[in-house]
């Protein structure tokens, strides 16, 4: 019954990028491969990582434009210290989180106490991160060595994307903080009176997205090997962007299901779109016109059904008065 | 001025026993040397685009070095990506008392746009590392009478001649990591790869915009190109800077295939190429145009101190290096991983300066761009 | 007292930089040709930003901007070509277009105006970046325009209709009715999506010409035309003191207030000669530290 | 208890005492400081000065949570769930870890422990996993109820919670206000239905100005006594029309015909007369506000139309409405009709704007001019006319709704329940204006939920009964509310 209920609820969100994987197996037969499939699957992993850290932001009214800065100056500080000083998987691991949150919570600090809308405080920041990245290490970025990147092979990034998940679900369904944060996004006057300070959810929730930017920085290092510093002012901002329209796809699709999962599911359905163009020939840059397309569809139409929802929700009240 | 064998042959042995040198080198250059030190410090404004790749970072130091030998003062602007902001930049420091203004034009029309800005202001310019593509822009270019030089590197040829590399490798088919089409110097490069494939009769399976900065983008990208291309043989990149160099062969590396069985050429060099060509992923790989950007500089430096070489713009060009070999990659490497490398000695760059300097000494200095000379110069 | 801190201190803070780089440059700042200078690189923002203080005024951010920018440019070439005039009206016509699309996604879509925004900025740095990759469009003689009389011309004009329009007719009043509480301005008569939509319309029109602007700063439209257009407009509007959440107290000064610190700021740090990688940590901090004493928390129940 | 808020002082040198199995009643004027001195007992604000005692220990809460841990409840004006979340975390808001182990949330447990909670409270019909939005306005506030009640309040402090509700709603706050009595709980109850009070309180406590006036007790507590202290003049009970006479125009100005919103309301038709007052009543969720706001244009008919006699024009929607001189003023003020963080000034001109314009111009003086007048026709009491509209008291910011109105010279006037918390010298004032209104000739269609005021004030009265018509009523000296109440339950 449960299972049946879950499986329910998150019909949409698994049906969409099934729907989208299936549509790219007849376009293009060489993905119609187990080694295909699973090299898509992984693709969306990172990604929905930071999504998730931007969902609690986008959810509780944060605009964070720092967590792509954030992730970049983690990840090479964190790179670069843990080879420099020999720490091991372990130590990058470690490094990534602890940097990562630190850089949160000067973050979430800074909008505490100044008191200035998040956007500010997130875009002042992400400036001064942005420029610390070219400073430190002479602008030179990092780049792991291979022993450094097993995390990224397989079994271990499906084991690391699977602790991220209950990490996120913990944190958003099982812990009080994802109770406050929807608390705060939506009323955020009666979350006061009922002892949630807006304030510190506000602030709780960058600083936790500060934990999924390291984790991502995890997951990326660990894939990609390098990390550069940020070019030219807010140029970290595409991170950001980039992972709002995962967010955005997740939301819209979530209906009354799992939004960790379905932030996933967005994430893997910017890639199979990337991945799709790439098969039948387009260029890679009308990826963006795509992806933008496809979230307003998305929105448009889950704006619409909760609208319908509402109207006969209100139907039956009305007629039972 | 002195005959640019020489002066080359004095840089050598480099750093390490500058005084000495000094004494028993030309006349000329140590002359110019004497009067640039004497002569009242100038202002020069460096537009440049950053300092943290292999390029940005080595002319950042370089150009700092020899601003130093040369008594010169620098005000960097860094991070402009766009012709409105390096214009802005610009007209900064026009206001900020600079005489000259270096830049890499972002594109065509920065030339028109920068320059015009300079000449009302009567501010010397030079440019390095782009053609200028359009014709009228060209032409005002020219007439405009403080534009000192403009350097450009044929690296259309050389990707053409990466392509003749992977071709005579028995390479047929590739996959593409083309450079963003908004950069002239990129659509050179595309278009070499473009042209070479069609000259050598390799087959383009498909297409992707690599993308600067964002490395696991294009670890993406060549995961897709292997997945949904398994025939492919090779892969041609336009960059391998700003983390796609690594990127493409950590892909690779974690592909499961056999190393080597993908051969790389890529533009630019970039952190670890050198094991990558010991593995054999990397057929070829072209860098070093950094020597141009330290010429065009030290053109301007020479235009601003008041020594004039020709009444009209001049025009160079420099070939990058073509690395094919482990060994090339190796000398290379000794250069390109260290930004703080002076390959070019103090001596020879006072003797760029001075009122004897002709415009042959700049393209000398260009033409000995080749691997035997970083050998000498890094000390192998 | 505190109140009239707040409020001044915008103004003030742009008297204290003018002041500050008057001294301590030896006169490089007051130069007739570094004023003129000033003017021409904050107008491309300023112009934008005045549009889009009509947008925030009814508490809704316009995150189209520098895709919207790079679009108009592109579309308006590719319909009229090498035509400078026509090529502007069009340019003109199409940031209008976006306006309306942004309007139509959030009130007919029921999209949050934001997220309309940022697909827009998506799409059209997209469109953008497809276009130039196999075309290339040069308006050599948009360059002849760079200079400060029509600048000038087009500053004053854009400014006195944008205080006109705010201050003194129902449009700009609207606007910040409908910021303070949208069902109470529905119910005192005013159709919400009709000004809305004006406002986003006002924000279409002015990024056109701030589009037109920037051709004549970089004739060649490439993909990366007109980036970062939307955060230095939101940067300078803050700076200006314009509330996040739009309302009563927005004032079409912020936009001229704070957009001439973010300029002169800038060029003051140039002039300065300070090292250039610590200009953007110098800017951010004075970011932060004049929001923080700027801002009248007052206008936020909690700050977003 | 003393509290400043800037330069208002809300409350001054206030003393007030609490007894267990008392309910207290606590009674005045709008921003005489009720509200204030509630949210200083149940922790939302500290106070400026003054000190409290609860169960013999110095009580100083920290925050709401702090006192709501010690027993003290606050069920406040305004809404208190979050759209958005269900009904079971809104019943554990700021308490979801209460039920789980060490930091986890048990969302089980929650959904059971809300349900047994609100079976007990009598709302078997409420489902905890569905979202609180898909329940009334109502039900909403029944919610929130049955979450204070969960906590076993010693302390029970209801601040106008009762005019929102139904009467069915009311027998049910009345019921729990007597089991709560029974337990010893001690009960606060803020409310300006002076019936109710009597009806309800033990003791009564007067304020005036943010000051301690009286307290009444037993016999004391009259309507009449009540509304002396709190006004301190002696008034007359009439302050609704004289005369008993059904009077208006024979001219027909509005026509409704046949409007339904599907599942709200069906089929209603009427039509308003010049120089009448129209009353309409009805259950709370009979339908009447809605179709006042379809009246209006501010909801979109499922059918039917409103059509205005004199030029034939539908009222599709508001802003024709505003065009043609309509005026309404609907039931929740503070979010339907003020714009709380603009100035009085920029309030009253809002509708009026094109009466100002010349040429596309509005110039700050002539709105200045058109807002001294009308704020002073009715007597907004403020510091200036620049003043922010949010640091009114409740009554005047009513008033400076209807000077939003007046400004635009309305013809017709919707009124949806117009002095509702509103407290008895306005709204006399309020009255008074109808009936000058009414003998200029303007129409007044109004909804009210107290049968006096429908009664006192209409020439007819048409009642409304699960979204139907049920009857109409001619004014007369016989109508009482004992008629009425017989046609809308
Ligand atoms: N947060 C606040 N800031 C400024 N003034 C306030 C604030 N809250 C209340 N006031 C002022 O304090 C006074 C008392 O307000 P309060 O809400 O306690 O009145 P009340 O007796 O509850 O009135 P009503 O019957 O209208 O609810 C009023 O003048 C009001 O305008
Ligand atoms: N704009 C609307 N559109 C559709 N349905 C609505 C709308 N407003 C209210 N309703 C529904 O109509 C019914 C009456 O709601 P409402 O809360 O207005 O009742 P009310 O009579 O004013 O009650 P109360 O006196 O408690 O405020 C409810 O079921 C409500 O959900
Ligand atoms: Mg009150
Ligand atoms: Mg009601």
Known sequence: MNVVSAIKKNA??????????????????????????????????????????????????????????????????????????????????????????????????????????????????CLIFESVTRIIYGGAGTHLTP????????????????????????????????????????????????????????????IISGLFAGLYCIMTLSRSSVCSAVSGTLGSAATVFDAMMCVLIGMAICGKGNIIFAIYSGALITQVLKMGMMAIGLPTSYNKVIIAAFVVLFMVISSYSDDLKKVFSKRRAGAAA | ?????????????????????????????????????????????????????????????????????????????????????????????????????YFIPMDTSANLQLGTACQNAGVYWSISNRQISDEEILAACEANPYFVNRIYDNSYDVCKEMVKVLADQGIKKVCVLTGD????????????????????????????????????????????????????????????????????????????????SVKVAAFDTFDGNQEAFEQGWIAASCGGYTSECLVSFLSLVNRVRGNEISDQVAVWSLSPLLITSTEEMEIFSKYVDNPDVQLYSDELIKSLVGPDVTAEDYQAVLDDWNIEFVKEAVGI | MIDIIRKIVPIAGLIILFVLFSVT?????????????????????????????????????????????????????????????????????????CGLFSAVLHIKGKVPAFIAGLCLMFAGRGIAESVCSTQSMLLVQAAALNHIGFFIIVLVIVVAVGVLLFNFTKIGKYQKLIGTNPKAAELSGISVSKYKTIAFVLSGLTLGIAACLTVVRSPNIVSSIGTNLETNVLLALSLGGMSMTGGSSSKMRSAVIGTLI?????????????????????????????????IDRSQYEVIV | MYKDFGPTKAVTDMTLELKRGVVTGLVGENGSGKSTISSMISGVYPPTKGTMTYKGQPYSPKSVLDARKQGIQYLTQEQGTIDGMTVAENMFLGEEESLGKKGIVNIKKINARSAEILKENGLENVIPTKMVDDYSFEERKMIETARALSHQPE??????????????????????IAEQKAKGTAVLIISHDLDEVKHLCDEVVVMRDGIYINTLTGGDIEPHNIRQNMIGREIDGSYYRADYECSYDEEVVLEVRNLSVSGIFEDISFELHKGEILGIGGLSECGMHELLKTVYGALKPSSGS?????????????????????????????????????????????????????????????????????????????????QQVRDLSGGNKQKVVIAKWMANDSRLFIMDCPTRGIDVGVKEKIYKLMNRLKNEGIAILMVSEEMMELIGMADRIITMKDGKLSKEFERSAGLTESTIISAIV
């Open chain 4, 155 to 176: 302390i029970l402090i209801i601040d106008e919670t009762t005019t929102a509700l139904s009467q069915k709603g009311r027998d049910r706050i009345y019921e729990i």
């Open chain 2, 1 to 101: 001025g002195s005959d640019s064998t020489s002066v080359s042959a004095g840089t050598s042995s480099a750093d390490q026993s500058a005084p000495a040198q000094l004494s028993d080198d030309g006349n000329a250059s140590s002359a110019a040397g004497a009067d640039a030190s004497k002569e009242e410090k100038i202002k020069i404004g460096m537009i440049w685009y950053g300092n943290t790749d292999a390029m940005g970072g080595t002319f950042y130091s370089w150009a700092n070095h020899a601003a130093e030998i040369l008594n010169v003062e620098l005000i960097w602007k860094l991070g402009s990506y766009t012709t409105a902001d390096e214009l802005t930049d610009c007209e900064n420091l026009i206001s900020a008392g600079c005489q000259g203004i």
């Open chain 2, 181 to 260: 089409p908004n950069d002239g110097m990129m659509v050179e490069r595309n278009q070499g790869f473009a042209d070479g494939c069609e000259e050598y009769g390799v087959e383009v399976l498909a297409e992707s915009r690599l993308v600067s900065g964002d490395a696991s983008a294009n670890v993406n990208s060549v995961n897709n190109f292997l997945t949904l291309y398994s025939d492919m043989e090779g892969i041609l990149a336009a960059s391998g800077t700003a983390g796609v160099g690594e990127g493409i062969i950590t892909a690779l590396n974690a592909s499961g295939r056999e190393p080597g």
């Open chain 1, 147 to 206: 022993e450094y990147m097993i995390l990224g092979t397989l079994p271990y990034e499906v084991i690391v994307f699977i602790i991220c998940f209950a990490v996120a679900a913990y944190f958003y369904y099982k812990n009080k903080l994802g109770y406050n944060v929807r608390a705060v996004g939506s009323n955020p006057t009666v979350a006061q009176t009922n002892g949630i300070s807006a304030l510190n959810t506000k602030t709780k929730a960058i």
């Open chain 3, 25 to 97: 440059t030896s006169g490089m700042f007051l130069k007739w040709n570094n004023l003129q200078s000033l003017i021409l690189q904050s107008a491309i923002t300023m112009v934008a930003a005045v549009g889009t203080a009509f947008v925030m005024a009814h508490n809704n951010l316009d995150f189209s901007l520098g895709g919207a920018c790079a679009m108009s440019c592109v579309f308006a070439y590719l319909i009229v070509g090498n035509n400078l005039w026509l090529f502007f009206l069009m340019c003109i016509v199409i940031g209008v277009l």
């Open chain 4, 306 to 386: 409103v059509i205005l006699k004199k030029n034939g024009v539908q009222l599709k929607n508001t802003t024709v409405s505003v065009k043609n001189k309509i005026a309404y003023i609907p039931k929740d003020r503070d979010k339907e009709s003020l714009f709380q963080a603009t100035s009085i000034k920029d309030n009253i001109v809002t509708a009026a704007l094109d009466k100002l314009k010349k040429g596309f111009i509005i110039t700050p003086s002539s709105e200045r001019k058109m807002a001294d007048k009308e704020a002073a026709n009715i007597e907004v009491k403020m510091r200036d006319i620049e």
């Open chain 1, 12 to 125: 949409l969100a698994a049906a969409a990028p099934i729907m989208i994987v299936v549509l790219l197996l007849a376009i293009s037969p060489a993905t119609r491969s187990v080694e295909a499939i699973a090299s898509l699957l992984r693709q969306g992993f990172a990604p929905a990582v930071l999504g998730w850290g931007v969902l609690f932001n986008m959810k509780v009214g944060n605009w964070d434009f720092s967590i792509g800065a954030r992730f970049v100056l983690a990840s090479i500080v964190a790179g670069n210290m843990a080879m420099g000083m020999r720490l091991g998987v372990l130590g990058v691991v470690v490094l990534c989180i602890v940097l990562s949150l630190i850089m949160g919570v000067a973050v979430g600090l800074a909008y505490r106490f100044l008191k200035i809308p998040t956007l500010i405080v997130s875009i002042g920041i």
């Open chain 3, 262 to 294: 973010f300029y002169i700021l800038n060029n003051g740090l140039t002039l300065w000669g300070l090292d250039a990688n610590y200009v953007d940590i110098v800017k951010a901090a004075f970011f932060l530290f004049t929001v923080t004493i700027s």
